[in-house]
């Protein structure tokens, strides 16, 4: 924020945020669509207990730079993080709000190139369709597994693209879930931008090139995590992620985060080995999560981990 | 650029951007893969006449605005021109580069879903992998064309992803184009960053975001397209794309970039209305393209149009 707001407590700087923000579209049909979701899975239960639900956020937020956007600042983010996570909390019984960057890779695809599908097709001689052989399996268990959670009602997907989609998106998510008090849990995996130009600052236009260099201010986005815990759902279990570059400040930025806003675990990466390497970071130990085999998926030890916490975490008084 | 090097010629500017620009790799992968891609073609022809070839660029290219990058600018494109225009100048006869951003929209792909994958299939009671009726016979026209395409060597696809990797991939594909002479041509639908983070005043890691608002100085990325023209395929038949928000200065912009970088096409278009309807406009004349109906592609229409008038220009002495 400018200096003129740099007063300002967390939750008015998220009020002032959001009031700024532009309109979001179909808000009543998300509205619609995490009410029968909450409905149906806050009356059902998982081996006598009631099911547990998490919210798992996935991939960069944008951040345009003009209104009618042409250019927008993004964040280094394939989803693939959130979309394995959330296969492995369906698989443990939770159900999944599974908030995702539009166009970043989804659940039960996370084994599909990155670009041409063509190639995992063939055309047999009587001209019908194949998945290749060496796909089939893989995509097979895929389609099962995808059409049993979206059927069974265990996976809602809610898509975002820019930082203001995203929050207000995920406060009513929040909204929802703390009906579940301490049987929620939020999974904050998604690239969210630390800077931001304010709506009401942005050109309208597409900026023109044609002047010299180009000189951009941009203004820090709110912390939320501290209103997510303070007023969204105070009762639900909350993981956050701090991805750096620079080990040397890893574990010391995630001690920080963890203390000041009052996560429940933070788990912490670096950009150079964040598929193999974890450290899941608690008041009271470092967990080291490294992934067992090549063809293992890290995501499967960190949730089996974090569903050990969240039920220490219900166990308490 | 900074008002140090405003002087500089575009020549030189283009220079110290490459010098400054961070190693491309895999760029012997990239010559060879070039290299057979020309020799092949350049001694094919198209009913008695040499074939022409064409080098589609497509997607947006991403500024980084940190070395290891996290963060980095890009801009709006889904590559569906560039995609769709690729199978349409394959059908005309053209051996097409189809120089893409990574992870943007694929040749005979553009009528995929923007998400789910797997919605195109079921499993049929004996659980084989099935496509959807609904889709199969687009997905089955699809597969066909791609393999033919490919397998006939009538495509060649080249990622980038930042605007280095664009620059120093256009610049060695001009330089193979150059040597098909008047039977080259550049279909320039790629959305190029105007501004960009020289090298080597980046950040090396992330930046930080506790303290306060964030100030970058953004430089203008050299305009390639005059030294395109000039230097690396003088004879070649150059058609760029201009878009815009604001109809007001869509046409006088276009006709500025037609005569300041000598093209022989500019393509222009708004961003409201650009799978609608385009303007191509030249020294003599503006035409506008409409597609004729809702299935339609507005492609189609375009890359007749340039195949024609590169003909003409073939024609000319």
Not at 230 to 235: D, G, I, L, T
């Given at each position: 924020m400018d200096s003129s707001t740099q007063s300002e407590s967390p939750e008015e700087e998220v009020r002032s945020f959001f009031d700024s923000a532009p309109h979001l579209k179909n808000s009543d049909l998300i509205t619609q669509r995490l009410k029968d979701f909450v409905d149906k899975n806050s009356h059902a239960s998982e081996n006598g207990k009631p099911r547990r639900i998490v919210c798992v956020t996935s991939g960069g937020t944008t951040v345009p730079l003009e209104q009618r956007c042409v250019r927008y600042i993004d964040n280094f983010s394939s989803g693939h993080r959130g979309a394995a996570s959330t296969e492995y909390f369906v698989r443990a019984g939770y159900a999944v709000i599974f908030l995702y960057r539009r166009g970043s890779c989804q659940p039960y695809c996370t084994y599909l190139p990155e670009d041409s599908f063509l190639d995992f097709f063939e055309l047999s001689e009587d001209s019908t369709i194949q998945v290749r052989q060496s796909h089939s399996a893989v995509v097979k268990k895929s389609i099962r597994d995808y059409h049993a959670a979206v059927d069974h009602g265990f996976l809602l997907e809610l898509p975002f693209t820019t930082i203001f989609e995203y929050l207000q998106i995920l406060q009513m998510v929040a909204t929802s879930i703390s009906h579940f008090g301490s049987h929620g849990m939020f999974y904050l995996a998604a690239a969210v931008s630390d800077f931001y130009v304010p709506w009401n600052d942005m050109a309208e236009h597409k900026i023109q090139s044609a002047s010299g260099p180009l000189d951009m201010r941009l203004t820090q986005v709110p912390k939320m995590l501290s209103v997510l815990r303070?007023?969204?759902?105070?009762?639900a279990f909350c993981v956050s992620f701090k991805l750096e570059t620079d080990p040397d400040i890893l574990l010391k930025k995630a001690d920080a985060a963890l203390n000041k806003y009052q996560m429940h675990v933070v788990v912490a990466n670096l950009l150079a080995t964040y598929k193999q390497e974890v450290v899941a970071v608690t008041k009271s130990q470092r967990t080291t999560i490294r992934k067992h085999?090549?063809?293992?998926?890290v995501e499967e030890q960190i949730i089996e981990l974090l569903v050990e916490k969240h039920a220490d975490y219900l166990e308490q008084p």
């Open positions: 303070k007023e969204w759902a105070p009762s085999s090549q063809e293992a998926h």
